[in-house]
């Protein structure tokens, strides 16, 4: 599996910005993809994960109230909808994909695959 993170940027306190994951290689009906961050000096966190089966969606507390993950199953992609964004979601921010049906969506070791990260920096 081969994953492609884009739209990162630098934006503004308060504004939206759109990133988007795009997903290749075997089929991916049995992973979910995943956005993780990490922050400068911190550790690589969990964001948010959305399930294709169900259509279940996993937040982190931290963005639950302002990121939207959404995914588009026939395009392989996944999207994470990021508003109100403030200095502290600066970071670079990582497509994973781990195996479906996972009851830990959360830890970094549930995902086999990770993309390259994209950088989203939000200036105050």
């Known amino acids: 599996v081969q994953l492609q993170a884009s739209g990162g940027g630098l934006v503004q306190t308060g504004a939206s910005l759109r990133l988007s994951c795009a997903a290749s290689g075997r089929t991916l009906n049995t992973y979910d993809l995943a956005w993780f961050r990490q922050a400068p000096g911190k550790k690589r966190e969990f964001v948010a994960r959305n399930s294709w089966s169900g259509g279940t969606v996993y937040y982190s507390d931290v963005v639950k109230d302002r990121f939207t993950i959404s995914g588009d199953h026939a395009k392989n992609t996944v999207h994470l909808q990021m508003s109100r964004l403030n200095a502290e979601d600066t970071a670079v921010y990582y497509c994973?994909?781990?195996?479906?049906?996972?009851?830990?969506?959360?830890?970094?070791?549930?995902?086999?695959?990770w993309g390259h990260g994209t950088l989203v920096t939000v200036s105050s």
């Open positions: 994973a994909a781990g195996r479906s049906g996972s009851t830990s969506p959360s830890m970094e070791f549930e995902y086999e695959f």
